[in-house]
């Protein structure tokens, strides 16, 4: 797989190149340095110009003394010029064939309801996900998504949201299925050190029934039950070495056992958001569960998490987005929680610049400080926005009682922000926190 | 071969820089050219008889990527630009006479009085049945194309829907402006018809928005309809376009020239009156200057068939948009502007573009998004860049904004009046804001060069000698007052020896500079004849203190002995 994509960018440069071979004018570059100085001037007499040729020639661009001090630059510029023009006329030419409309009707039902589109899931890799709009009733979308990224890390979902049923209430039904083959197990505690992480795959299916009832269009309570297996197995990351070989099951429970947790949450959301592309507003969301293992293995443990961001908008599009969230897990005396399913902090929406799962212990708590500013607003199109961001937290046993500015662990970064008259398009960010750079990228 | 370090580059490069720069030439046409001065020869008519050249087609997505990234990399290794900046010498048009001005062509006419209006005997027949004769599905600005009932051929263009006026009074205004100033457009004009009179014609395909081909039915003029708004009497306004006669050969392009066309020999990026398309599209604020807004017709005149160079579609122009009125960062920002891009990244936010900061508010829908309030006239950008405006000179802003001030306030009224908007205030409101612009554009390069015209010699009223009057464009187009003007004159001797002859003067305005007799004068001029070089510059004495004196002009005269007369044979403006 790994060669073929490696050889993919050479044959697509030779590609373009060969484009451009075939569109470089003709008219000016190399050969054109030879041209005689003669005809860099205008004739001086009318009479005797007509008389030497009715079509005089064409007159140079560039006079030749302007040709020697160009050529250094042409000779240098040659090949990124041809690739340039390549690509010029590969863009011409998917626009002549129509590609992407051609591509549109195939991608994209005629009422625009059901749609195959690509994605990009930064825990997985890149994929497609289907969507189908208003199926039952309007607001109501099926999808279904597979991704696949390097180490055959892959996932698969199914989601149904948003049926109507009777009243304001609606109900999403929910599937998923994934291998995560690279996760890192760094132990339990705020002072886990970067050598004490190793290398696991995590492969875990969940299905997911939940109702919501909503208030309006900013606030909404849902209800959710959960089913979901899951299962560690041994890693494919070479640069840690096997879960096995540092951590046993007292360490990191659930390591040998599958879990099997069936679960009831309920969470309730406000939100005041301004438009799909916020730039006021903000959100709530309180959610606590409860899950227990019906497989026959100890696991059973409560779940309970609050976030909130607002948006503090500047002028002219500049916004500051404030965030806090915090996340508590606990369990009934003598069951215990897998050491997968604790909170943390290094997932994407906590602090960035760290792995995945970098500290857990049974308390998190997060903030983050992130300034976006449109950097590019092509017309008629909403804006790209960059932004910088300064993210903190901190995991513990009871941060109630433990805190410890000392302990807290911060992410700086920025990144670009696409939006779409449906929300967020893509996305790609850099985060740097205390031992290495992580890179995010999300697509649709 | 081992990677050169960018150090070991620049050793190479920067001597050969510093050579390139010795090497190169004096500022040429920019300023004064060597006396006696040699007018430079006509070009070639370029509406000579031709074969037919081929069709080519230019794709516009191509185009405005070759423009915006592979022409503008490409400039980055093209040293002599950068000599040439360094060197205050930058390249003068290719095309321009001894007066600095371009002759009549292909691609611009000079017209002037009643002859800048268009007329619209062009307009289609409304009364009789139209028939489709093509489909214009595609965008979100459909339109048709139809025959009237007389067999003419239109392009009919229609409003975004809920904003009545504006992109059909934009594409027949700005049509009539471009005319005016002497360019090539269509000749068209704002009708109002009933749909019911409209039919397909047979056999007419179209392709609509998922690339599909297919026959065009009565349905799709109804979706055409419902992406317009109607009137209350049932009637559709819209821009009818007539067709360009002869043969159509794709547009032309900014830069170089079409190989199968000899007529056409100077670059496109050299010529002037393309070059000053920037001051006047600045101006009316013709933004979107993709290739697919120009169009080569193979036309015949006068018995001659040539390359004829038409500016086409202006629906987006003034203060309107496709889509509606135009999007306040228009004319500020290129679609993709990688300077505005880096601007806005490196000061994070905090460097509010002034377009952002000022009023950007539709004043009336008919008109749209068209204010002079932080126009800038060398500042204006456009969709993409092109060749041509990036050289503009102060000599073609100068030669572009005399044809921007030669539109009086009551021809920009007449002019607006054409695009026959219901709301007389909006009228009203426009032609003061274009009114404006104009001056600001006028103000701006007239400042660039000393902006004194109209050279010519006058017999004095005893008979007895000659004199050279002028004219101070910024005083006869009302921006700046005559009683505040002073000019200096020196007369040279036209072989460019000695002293000058006699001593410098001041003049006031209206007064002309006296010439000595012809007979006088040495026969040193590129003729054999007498020849002089009147040099001239001019100063606005604000307040009572003296302003700093301008750039000058040098105006080359050749005396006839025998006559005892003098006739004004060029003028050369410092850049």
């Known amino acids: ?444 | 071969m081992p990677a050169m370090r960018p150090i070991r580059l620049l050793r190479v490069l920067l001597p050969g820089l510093a050579l390139s720069a010795l090497a190169a030439p004096p500022a040429d046409a920019g300023s004064f050219g060597d006396l006696p001065f040699r007018p430079p020869a006509p070009l070639p008519d370029d509406r000579r008889d031709i074969p037919p050249p081929e069709e080519r087609p230019v794709n516009v997505w191509e185009d405005a990527w070759q423009r915006q990234f592979t022409t503008q990399f490409s400039e980055l290794f093209q040293p002599a630009r950068l000599v040439r900046m360094l060197t205050g010498n930058p390249k003068q048009a290719l095309n321009a006479d001894a007066f600095g001005d371009v002759a009549n062509s292909s691609w611009y006419v000079r017209r002037e009085g009643a002859g800048r209006l268009m007329g619209s005997s062009a307009c289609p027949d409304t009364a009789g049945e139209w028939t489709v004769f093509k489909a214009k599905m595609q965008g979100k600005a459909p339109g048709m194309f139809v025959k009237d009932s007389s067999g003419r051929r239109f392009i009919v263009k229609f409003d975004p829907k809920g904003h009545g006026g504006l992109s059909t009074g934009a594409e027949v205004v700005n049509a009539r402006f471009l005319f005016a100033a002497g360019y090539n457009v269509p000749a068209n004009c704002i009708v109002h018809f009933h749909p019911g009179r409209v039919k397909v014609g047979e056999g007419v395909k179209l392709v609509d928005r998922r690339g599909r081909t297919r026959e065009m039915t009565a349905a799709d003029l109804e979706e055409v309809y419902a992406l317009v708004d109607r009137r209350p009497d049932g009637l559709i306004r819209a821009a009818a376009s007539a067709f360009i006669p002869g043969k159509g050969l794709g547009p032309f392009l900014y830069e170089g020239t079409r190989p199968d066309d000899p007529n056409d020999i100077v670059p496109h990026e050299h010529r002037r009156e393309v070059r000053a398309l920037r001051v006047i599209y600045a101006w009316l604020k013709r933004f979107d200057i993709n290739s697919g807004n120009t169009y080569d017709s193979y036309a015949e005149e006068d018995g001659r068939r040539f390359v004829k160079h038409y500016l086409i579609d202006f629906g987006g122009d003034l203060g309107a948009s496709l889509y509606g009125p135009t999007p306040p960062a228009r004319g500020h920002e290129n679609v993709f502007d990688p300077h505005q891009i880096g601007i806005n990244l490196l000061t994070l936010g905090l460097f509010v573009p002034p377009w952002e900061r000022g009023d950007t508010a539709v004043a009336h829908p008919e008109v749209g998004r068209y204010h002079s309030k932080g126009f800038h006239p060398a500042k204006f950008k456009f969709i993409v860049p092109a060749k041509a405006f990036e050289n503009l000179t102060n000599l073609d802003g100068y030669w572009g904004a005399r044809k921007v001030m030669a539109f009086d306030d009551s021809l920009i009224r007449n002019l607006v009046e054409e695009g026959r908007y219901r709301d007389p205030e909006a009228v009203d409101w426009f032609v003061e804001r274009i009114k404006e612009r104009r001056d600001i554009t006028g103000r701006y390069w007239f400042g660039k060069v000393a902006p004194l015209d109209d050279f010519r010699t006058e017999r004095t009223p005893d008979g007895g000698g000659t004199v050279l009057r002028f004219q101070d464009l910024s005083v006869r187009y009302g921006l700046e007052a005559a009683a505040e003007a002073e000019y200096q004159a020196v007369l040279l001797p036209g072989d460019g020896s000695g002293v000058p002859l006699p001593a410098p003067r001041l003049i006031k305005a209206g007064e002309g500079l006296p010439l000595p007799p012809a007979a006088s004068v040495a026969a040193s001029g590129y003729r054999g004849r007498p020849a002089l070089a009147a040099e001239f510059r001019l100063r606005r004495n604000r307040a009572g203190a003296p302003g700093e004196w301008s750039k000058a002009v040098r105006v080359h005269l050749e005396g006839d002995a025998a006559a005892e007369a003098w006739t004004v044979i060029g003028a050369e403006r410092e850049e």
Do not use: C
Not at chain 1, 114 to 138: H, M, Q, W
């Open chain 1, 1 to 444: 797989m790994r060669v073929l994509f490696k050889g993919i960018p050479r044959t697509a440069f030779a590609a373009v190149l060969f484009l451009g071979a075939f569109h470089a004018p003709a008219s000016e570059g190399l050969q054109a340095t030879a041209a005689s100085s003669a005809a860099a001037s205008r004739p001086e007499n009318p009479q005797a110009a007509d008389s030497a040729a009715r079509f005089p020639g064409k007159l140079p661009a560039q006079e030749p003394w302007e040709r020697w001090v160009n050529l250094p630059g042409t000779v240098l510029w040659f090949l990124p010029d041809l690739a340039l023009r390549g690509a010029g006329r590969a863009i011409g030419l998917v626009d002549e064939h129509k590609i992407i409309p051609k591509a549109h009707r195939v991608l994209v039902s005629e009422d625009g309801t059901r749609a195959i589109l690509p994605a990009y899931s930064v825990r997985t890799g890149a994929g497609v996900v289907f969507r189908k709009k208003d199926l039952i009733n309007e607001g109501s979308r099926l999808s279904l998504f597979g991704a696949a990224g390097e180490d055959w890390r892959h996932e698969a979902a199914f989601a149904f949201r948003r049926i109507g049923l009777p009243g304001a209430l609606e109900t999403d039904l929910r599937l998923d299925y994934r291998f995560l083959t690279e996760e890192i197990y760094f132990g339990i505690g705020p002072r886990r050190r970067h050598a004490d992480g190793a290398d696991y795959s995590r492969m875990s299916l969940e299905g997911a029934w939940s109702l919501a009832a909503f208030r309006g269009s900013s606030f909404s309570l849902e209800a959710t039950g959960s089913l979901g297996r899951d299962e560690i197995i041994a890693g494919r990351d070479d640069d840690f070495l096997p879960i096995g070989a540092l951590y046993d099951e007292a360490s990191a429970p659930g390591l040998d056992r599958r879990s099997t947790l069936a679960g009831g949450r309920l969470e309730m959301r406000f939100d005041s958001y301004d438009s799909p592309d916020p730039k006021r507003g903000g959100e709530i969301r309180i959610a606590s569960g409860f899950h227990n293992d019906v497989g026959g293995e100890p696991f059973a443990f409560w779940k309970s998490s609050v976030r909130a961001e607002r948006l503090v908008p500047i002028a002219h599009g500049r916004v500051i987005a404030l965030r806090a969230a915090g996340e508590r897990a606990w369990s009934p005396a003598r069951r215990e929680i897998p050491f997968h399913q604790l909170p943390g902090i290094g997932e994407d929406g906590t602090v960035r610049g760290y792995a995945r799962g970098r500290y857990r212990d049974r308390d998190a708590l997060w903030g983050s400080a992130e300034y976006r500013w449109p950097i590019w607003t092509p017309h008629f199109k909403r804006a790209v926005e960059f932004l910088l961001f300064a993210d903190g937290g901190q995991v513990g046993r009871d941060l109630s009682r433990d805190f410890d500015w000392e302990l807290v662990r911060y992410g700086f970064g920025g990144g670009l922000r696409y939006y779409g008259d449906e929300g967020l398009i893509a996305r790609f960010e850099v985060g740097a926190g205390r031992e290495q750079l992580r890179f995010y990228f999300s697509l649709n």
